[in-house]
Nanobody, 119 residues
Framework: QVQLVESGGGLVQAGGSLRLSCAAS????????MAWYRQAPGKQRELVAS???????YYTDPVKGRFTISRDNAKNTVYLQMNSLKPEDTAVYYC?????????????WGQGTQVTVSS
């Protein structure tokens, strides 16, 4: 079994910063792609940023230049550094990972962490 455990959410004023972390544990053979999604109240879950080993990261347009995704392969951990936060960044942020367990890969989700940006 695999678990994704997130941390780092909270309440911050507009213009502030937060760093989210997500660590994969359990029966992890190899972590392929890792990503962060977010879901604001009344809206659909959307992809924020993603990263694969050896590849260029992807960012959705509203966060380009403000958010940075990175990963530590040795720790099976992905980070999301969020700077210059805006009230519209308020959402529950979910970690997502494509994880290989022997010859098969599965997609896993974290439990979500609340990010609230006050104006």
């Amino acid at each position: 079994q695999v678990q994704l455990v997130e941390s780092g959410g909270g309440l911050v004023q507009a213009g502030g910063s937060l760093r989210l972390s997500c660590a994969a544990s359990g029966s992890v053979f190899r972590v392929n792609a890792m990503a962060w999604y977010r879901q604001a109240p009344g809206k659909q879950r959307e992809l924020v940023a993603s990263i694969i080993s050896g590849g260029s990261p992807y960012y959705t347009d509203p966060v380009k230049g403000r958010f940075t995704i990175s990963r530590d392969n040795a720790k099976n951990t992905v980070y999301l550094q969020m700077n210059s936060l805006k009230p519209e960044d308020t959402a529950v942020y979910y970690c997502n990972a494509d994880i290989a367990q022997s010859t098969l890969s599965y997609t896993y989700w974290g439990q979500g962490t609340q990010v609230t940006v006050s104006s």
